[in-house]
């Protein structure tokens, strides 16, 4: 298949659609991106690549960084983390603290803002140096040295990240947070404001599209089983109150963040990821919802 020749047909279909999306601002710094940003890389598990545009550019990856410390996390505490955090789409924003208060602490998943939070109080117990090792997992799975933090991106989040203060405080006085709050929200902010391509995201997911093993290395990320659970709680519970809109339009699990990437696996066959910093209503890049919807549709290469 041409993915080049398709990915240039969308992307001129979808020119002409007025973007009605907004780029996140109650981070500030990232409201300095370049709203007009727009990338595509397609890897398969066979190492083909098929890039488009502002494919090689870093962004903000925000929330997708939530898999990564998802992953890493579950390697570690095993089925005890699900006395921790829930399995269940939230339906609700991804910054929500409705459903914390009547679940006593306890999110309903890893990728709402809540559950993530969990995930990295999960990490500061179990590893001694947890930026770090994040950043060395996300090194090893793309074969990219360079992949970093940005300081700035981190300074804003903590001075603005009002709403995950009060998440992190509120599950502390429920026992789900075992460390001091600072220490957990350090991570949070750092995971949140590493700075990856659409190149290097469709790299980094490969692993989840190939039963748990990185194709470039070989080397075995997660087990076939777990695999199948982090792509079923992408499908689930990745795109927050608009995860049953990108099941029911796209057909991939996925997960997006406030940067205006969305990263899609297609188990078996591809990754794909996409970036267009203006979001829709629910937080998610609005473009990039239409590209993948486009996408899936005209090749047919979606899981339903
Ligand atoms: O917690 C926050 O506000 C952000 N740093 C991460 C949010 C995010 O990307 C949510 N997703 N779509």
Not at 56 to 62: C, Y
Not at 210 to 222: D, E, Q, T, Y
Not at 261 to 267: D, R, T
Request: net charge negative.
């Amino acid at each position: 298949m041409d993915y080049g020749k398709i990915f240039s047909g969308i992307y001129t279909d979808l020119a002409k659609i007025e973007d009605k999306g907004k780029v996140a601002d109650y981070i500030p710094e990232l409201s300095k991106v370049n709203p007009n940003s727009f990338g595509v890389q397609l890897t398969t598990i066979e190492g083909e690549k098929f890039a488009f545009g502002d494919s090689a550019t870093r962004f903000s990856i925000q929330s997708i960084a939530k898999v990564f410390s998802y992953v890493l996390a579950y390697s570690h505490v095993k089925s005890e983390l699900w006395k921790r955090v829930g399995v269940e789409p939230s339906g609700t924003a991804f910054n929500s603290l409705v459903q914390l208060e009547s679940d006593k602490g306890i999110p309903r998943n890893p990728f709402i803002n809540a559950g993530a939070i969990v995930i990295c109080d999960i990490l500061v117990s179990e590893l001694r140096s947890p930026k770090e090792d994040i950043l060395t997992f996300i090194r090893e799975l793309t074969g990219v040295e360079t992949i970093n933090f940005n300081p700035d991106v981190v300074k804003s989040e903590n001075a603005n990240g009002y709403i995950n203060w009060a998440l992190v405080n509120f599950m502390k006085s429920f026992g789900n947070i075992h460390n001091e709050i600072n220490d957990v929200m350090d991570l949070y902010f750092h995971i949140c404001s590493i700075e990856m391509s659409c190149e290097e995201l469709s790299q980094s997911f490969l692993f989840l599209a190939n039963n748990g093993v990185a194709p470039h290395s070989n080397k075995r990320i997660l087990s076939p089983s777990r695999t199948k659970r982090a792509n079923a709680l992408m499908q689930s519970c990745g795109f927050y109150d608009e995860a049953g809109e990108f099941t029911f339009k796209v057909g991939l699990p996925g997960k997006s963040g406030v940067g205006g990437g969305i990263v899609a696996v297609h188990p078996q066959k591809y990754c794909i990821s996409v970036w267009s910093p203006r979001l829709n209503a629910k937080g998610n890049s609005y473009k990039g919802m239409l590209f993948l919807e486009e996408f899936t549709t005209h090749t047919e290469l979606s899981i339903f």
